[in-house]
């Protein structure tokens, strides 16, 4: 007699359809910007900047696009790059590289390399295991401390189930001060060391993911003969209110007061991210801040804003050394960090690195970006004749940001 619960030919034959499908395989196969050239192995590649392709070539376009734009024209973008073109190294002898020294502490977190992973949303679209698999990655990479994004895509007790790391979280204000509370009460269970809010007014509009919306949207193969598809449904009209003026909802409307409501509920320090003015910097300490973070979102703020690195030296001159100075957009070796350290930052923070590190290879993907960074860091102050993180001063550098 058949055993009740056994599957039947039929059955499995339409699970094995059913599961082509509906799965990825098939979607695969017809996704016709998919890159059938050979993905080389992890070992094979040495620069961050190297991970880009490989993540371009493993990931759905759209997804890829959403990490990779600026704001509208990309000005400021592109400007963070060539800014680090901008700086030359000015070297001072020779050091024996086994003598580098890269430990150092910021907010009473404590750090082997002054690198950070930047906060960025939605890493279930780089890796199934999303924001775990980064915080894995960053903690191989000699504990480098990750900073979660307030858009994090999977439960914060997932992403770190010990809660004894050096564990920081961004967070975007939130209107409603009991939404606010509930956060940082959640933060506080999973043992977040450090608040980053970010208070740059980032509600640019993206034209290159809508371009690319609208590519997708064509039918890119159509067999000959076939009727020509029906025209797109007109883009609904703008709802009231922010949107009118492509504002996203939550953004453009935050204030001083409501860093001053957050710090008063706070029992760990909280860093001020997005500052690109002295002024700014300035208010940030007169507001509560404990640290300021230069940045520009990865050139997703204002666009035709400065780049963050161009900026650094005022806003370090502004602090006069009260609070550390963080930064990042556009940090992308070992010889950028250094110049970021030489003009004033504590620390410096990596977006779309580690980012095309995890698309490309999951949390060894994050890992490795994070230990090549680290690893020309060390070359960088060797060649350069700085053996400690206290022997780099602006010496080190010239500036000719144009
Ligand atoms: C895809 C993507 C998502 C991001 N999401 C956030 C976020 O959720 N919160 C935040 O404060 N910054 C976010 N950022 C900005 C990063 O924290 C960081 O400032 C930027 O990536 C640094 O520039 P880089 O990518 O050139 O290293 C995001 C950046 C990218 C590229």
């Not at 606010?180 to 007014?201: E, H, L, R």
Request: charged share 20%; proline share 7%; net charge neutral.
């Amino acid at each position: 007699m058949k055993p009740s619960n056994s599957i039947s030919r039929r059955s499995a034959i339409g699970g094995l359809g059913g599961a082509l499908f509906s799965g990825g395989w098939l979607e695969a196969q017809q996704d016709p910007f998919r890159d059938h050239s050979r993905v080389p192995g992890m070992d094979e590649l040495t620069t961050v900047q190297d991970f880009e392709g490989v993540a371009f070539a493993k990931m759905p376009r759209e997804f890829f696009m959403y990490m990779a734009h600026g704001g509208e024209g990309e000005f400021t973008l592109r400007r963070n790059r060539e800014a680090f073109d901008w700086v030359e190294l000015v070297p001072k002898g020779v050091v024996d590289v086994s003598t580098v020294q890269t430990a150092t502490e910021v907010l009473g977190t404590p750090m082997a390399f002054p690198i950070m992973t930047s906060p960025t949303a939605f890493h279930i679209q780089l890796h199934r295991e999303a924001e775990a698999a980064t915080y894995q990655g960053s903690m191989a990479a000699s504990n480098t401390p990750y900073i979660i994004s307030h858009n994090h895509s999977i439960a914060l007790e997932k992403i770190t189930p010990a809660a004894n790391s050096p564990l920081w979280m961004q967070l975007y204000p939130q209107r409603n001060l009991d939404t606010t509370k509930a956060w940082i009460d959640a933060a506080g269970v999973a043992g977040v060391k450090t608040v980053v809010m970010t208070i740059d007014q980032q509600a640019t509009f993206y034209e290159r993911a809508i371009h690319q919306r609208h590519l997708v949207a064509q039918p890119v193969f159509r067999r000959e003969g076939a009727a020509a598809p029906a025209a797109p449904a007109p883009a609904p009209a703008p709802a009231p209110g922010p949107r009118t003026y492509r504002v996203p909802d939550g953004r453009l409307w935050y204030n001083w007061q409501y860093a001053e409501q957050v710090k008063s509920m706070l029992k760990v320090p909280m860093v001020a991210k997005g500052v690109l003015t002295a002024e700014d910097a300035k208010l940030c300490l007169e507001h509560g801040f404990d640290a300021i973070y230069v940045s520009n979102h990865g050139g997703r703020s204002v666009d035709y804003g400065p780049s963050s690195l161009e900026v650094l030296p005022e806003i370090v001159d502004a602090v006069q050394g009260r609070v550390p100075v963080l930064l990042d957009s556009g940090v992308r070796s070992g010889s950028d960090i250094l110049k970021a350290l030489a003009l004033g930052a504590k620390a410096v923070c990596i977006g779309r690195g580690c980012r095309w590190g995890l698309a490309s290879y999951g949390p060894a993907g994050v890992q490795r970006v994070l230990e090549i960074l680290q690893g020309e860091l060390v070359m960088a102050m060797a060649q350069t004749g700085r053996p400690t993180l206290a022997s780099i001063d602006r010496t080190l550098v010239k500036t000719n940001f144009r």
